[in-house]
């Protein structure tokens, strides 16, 4: 889903992530690497990290990339801030949101358990696979 949400949002992003993850496993098989090819075949994400942020409040920051984080869980008052932007939004269990994190200061608070994936991708790998 948060693939889709990439295309969506930054469609640029999304085809020269797809194509860095084509490179690589190209090269993984190049260099003998079979491990990393096989598990490239099984990787469904045009994301190339992925975090698990549990239980935690997250206070206004910048990331060095795009991110796509979603919310999940059993909470409540969240409410994500973009601070830069004045914007503040409810951020409820199910929502998703993806913004440049290098540009957006960001941060979350909520009360409860909550759980984020946040799905992003390592400039550095681009820059290996030269897309």
């Not at 190049?30 to 239980?55: K, P, R």
């Not at 997250?58 to 919310?71: G, I, K, T, Y």
């Not at 993806?98 to 960001?106: E, I, L």
């Not at 608070?109 to 897309?131: H, K």
Request: charged share 15%; with cysteine.
């Amino acid at each position: 889903l948060a693939s889709v949400a990439l295309r969506v949002m930054h469609p640029k992003l999304y085809w020269v992530s797809v194509t860095t993850h084509i490179k690589l496993a190209r090269w993984a098989v190049e260099c003998g690497l079979s491990d990393m090819s096989t598990c490239l075949q099984f990787w469904a994400s045009v994301f190339n990290c992925a975090a698990l942020i549990c239980n935690r409040q997250c206070p206004l920051h910048r990331d060095p990339r795009f991110d796509v984080m979603s919310s999940v869980g059993h909470y409540c008052n969240g409410l994500m801030t973009l601070s830069n932007l004045g914007i503040r939004l409810q951020y409820n269990s199910g929502t998703m949101v993806g913004c440049s994190g290098h540009f957006v200061r960001h941060g979350v608070t909520y009360t409860g358990d909550r759980i984020v994936w946040a799905w992003f991708i390592r400039d550095s790998l681009q820059n290996f696979m030269g897309t």
